[in-house]
């Protein structure tokens, strides 16, 4: 991929996520002229608009549409910084980050109309982080139903040939196999054998926090 031109999509469950984790990524390969785009999955007013709303009282989320409008322009305005030319910032529930048929079909739809040949998108068990593991299953499932045939969307199937899962902490596995308490970071990739079927045969690979390139 490194001689011709990509298309890259990041799914994030809040707005500043895909500027956190892949901001630096995606500026390098928009740079040597890749196309990109982000989604939010959601405006991001629960988890990540603290000292916001009154700690108590019936009515604390009265303004909580002035805290999305807000959120939303700081994505757009940074999104327009970094020299994307697409983004969307949806509105699907929040902490619990809730995902049905509707909002799959949402993500289907985005998929097939801009075609990535690179996904990236939360580690689906990145724990501790619920909205993030949500987001993460959401859009991998996502990028497995675009190329169905008989998915109910009227666009044309799209096969992404890549997915990376952006690591941020992962628990660690102890000799026993259990579970062991947050340790290194680990760099490493998924290979096809270690992932099996994988997502339908494609390379899931850890993609640091906004380092280096696909």
């Known amino acids: 991929m490194a001689d011709t031109p990509i298309k890259i999509m990041v799914f994030a469950a809040?707005?500043?996520?895909?500027?956190?984790r892949t901001g630096g990524t995606v500026a390098k390969h928009l740079a040597r002229g890749d196309q990109?785009?982000?989604?939010?999955?959601?405006?991001?007013?629960?988890?990540?608009?603290?000292?916001?709303?009154p700690p108590t009282g019936d009515d604390k989320l009265r303004?909580?549409?002035?805290?999305?409008?807000?959120k939303r322009e700081e994505f757009e305005r940074a999104a327009r910084v970094l020299g994307l030319t697409d983004w969307r910032a949806l509105d699907f529930n929040e902490s619990p980050l809730l995902?049905?048929?509707?909002?799959?079909?949402?993500?289907?739809?985005?998929?097939?109309?801009?075609?990535?040949?690179?996904?990236?998108?939360?580690?689906?068990?990145?724990?501790?982080?619920?909205?993030?593991?949500?987001c993460g299953r959401c859009a991998i499932a996502a990028v497995d139903y675009a190329r169905a045939d008989g998915f109910p969307s009227p666009l044309a199937p799209h096969t992404a040939q890549l997915v990376y899962v952006l690591l941020s902490r992962l628990?660690?596995?102890s000799t026993d196999g259990h579970v062991a308490p947050f340790g290194r970071r680990d760099r490493g990739?998924?290979?096809?054998?270690?992932t099996k079927t994988g997502c339908n045969g494609r390379v899931w690979r850890y993609a640091g926090q906004a380092q280096g390139g696909l």
């Open 63 to 70: 303004d909580i549409e002035n805290v999305k409008s807000a």
């Open 99 to 134: 995902v049905g048929l509707d909002e799959t079909i949402v993500l289907v739809d985005l998929i097939r109309e801009f075609r990535p040949d690179v996904v990236l998108t939360h580690h689906p068990v990145e724990v501790g982080r619920h909205d993030h593991m949500d």
């Open 14 to 20: 809040h707005p500043q996520d895909p500027f956190e």
């Open 171 to 173: 628990p660690q596995r």
């Open 189 to 194: 990739y998924f290979t096809r054998d270690q």
């Open 36 to 53: 990109a785009m982000f989604v939010s999955l959601t405006a991001g007013v629960v988890t990540h608009a603290f000292n916001t709303f």
